[in-house]
């Protein structure tokens, strides 16, 4: 058994200011991966990150995507499973497609999207010391660090911890192993002054849905 080594790895951030592409499911499919129809994929490629919304299906609805195999009027969902599904398509639902072509490349050093472990909140009283009730658990964290060039991935990043808003990063891992999808809002950005060296910068922030590997 060996590690995949993560040389050739590529992260993508989605930009404030190219809003979703939303295309309107008009069938979708009960299999591994499912199989979504729609009126026209004109635009739509391979990798695009999608989140699929209101289709009715438990499987699907709320998450995040990768899109597969476009072709004639339908695309896959890869990481997805709704063979035992059952769902039935709802009369509004709707796929939000962030272009891969849309987002920017970042250039980072590290990428960490950690995801909050549940835990136990104490409530104990003196009828009964040691009770406790599952704690509210949150998506996680998510941490990245880089040098700091005057580029547009570093400006967006900037512009992220100023407005406040969702970005979508897309991991795309070496070797065929697929994608993470960590969905987070970057709330602060950091540097590192050396002596001698490169300038750095960690960016971080609360992740707004777990990180998910679609393969």
């Given at each position: 058994m060996s590690a995949t080594p993560s040389t050739g790895l590529e992260t993508f951030l989605t930009k404030a200011s190219i809003a979703p592409t939303v295309v309107v499911p008009t069938a979708i499919s009960k299999a591994k991966p499912a199989s979504v129809t729609v009126a026209s994929i004109t635009g739509l490629t391979a990798g695009d990150?999608?989140?699929?919304?209101?289709?009715?299906?438990?499987?699907?609805d709320g998450k995040y995507f990768i899109i597969g195999a476009p072709a004639a009027s339908a695309f896959t969902l890869v990481g997805s499973d709704t063979a035992a599904s059952t769902g039935t398509l709802l009369s509004t639902p709707k796929a939000n497609v962030?272009?891969?072509?849309?987002?920017?490349k970042m250039c980072l050093a590290t990428v960490d999207p950690a995801a909050e472990a549940p835990g136990t909140t104490a409530v104990g009283t003196f009828c009964?010391?040691?009770?406790?009730?599952?704690?509210?658990?949150?998506?996680?964290?998510?941490?990245?660090?880089?040098?700091?060039?005057?580029?547009?991935?570093?400006?967006?990043?900037?512009?992220?911890?100023?407005d406040g808003k969702e970005r979508i990063l897309n991991v795309i891992l070496p070797q065929g192993m697929g994608n993470i999808i960590a969905p987070a809002i970057i709330s602060t950005i950091g540097w590192t002054?050396?002596?001698d060296g490169g300038i750095?910068?960690?960016?971080?922030?609360?992740?707004?849905?777990?990180?998910k590997h679609r393969f």
């Open positions: 990150v999608v989140k699929m919304m209101d289709t009715g299906f438990k499987e699907l962030n272009k891969k072509t849309d987002m920017v009964d010391p040691s009770a406790s009730i599952p704690a509210i658990t949150q998506a996680g964290t998510l941490t990245m660090t880089g040098y700091v060039e005057l580029q547009a991935y570093y400006e967006e990043l900037n512009l992220a911890v100023d002054l050396p002596l750095g910068f960690t960016a971080s922030g609360a992740m707004t849905s777990k990180p």
